[in-house]
Nanobody, 120 residues
């Protein structure tokens, strides 16, 4: 059974940084893609960053250059380092396990989400 546990959300001022963690289990790490999505109030869930099965990485244009996704295979954890945060980054961030890239339909396992709020 695939299990996903996110952590690291919180309140941060504009320009600040946060690091989200996604601990996964129940499958062979590296054989599935792992991605971060986010959903703001009244908005659709959007892909933010993914580590794909071939090791490639994708970012949405809204976060490229500010966010970095990385994985620790020894610990089965995927991180999302978020720098230069903006109020529009405020959302619930979800970690997901699936088949690749940033298409929501490619992911079939989801974490419970962690709130990120960027506000002064």
């Amino acid at each position: 059974e695939v299990q996903i546990v996110e952590s690291g959300g919180g309140l941060v001022q504009p320009g600040g940084s946060l690091r989200l963690s996604c601990a996964v289990s129940g499958f062979n790490f590296g054989e599935r893609a792992i991605a971060w999505f986010r959903q703001a109030p009244w908005e659709e869930r959007e892909g933010v960053a993914s580590v794909n099965r071939d090791g490639s990485i994708n970012y949405s244009s809204s976060v490229e250059g500010r966010f970095t996704i990385s994985s620790d295979h020894a610990k089965n954890i995927v991180y999302l380092q978020m720098n230069s945060l903006k109020p529009e980054d405020t959302a619930i961030y979800y970690c997901a396990v699936g088949w690749g890239h940033l298409h929501r339909g490619e992911y079939d396992h989801w974490g419970q989400g962690t709130q990120v709020t960027v506000s002064s």
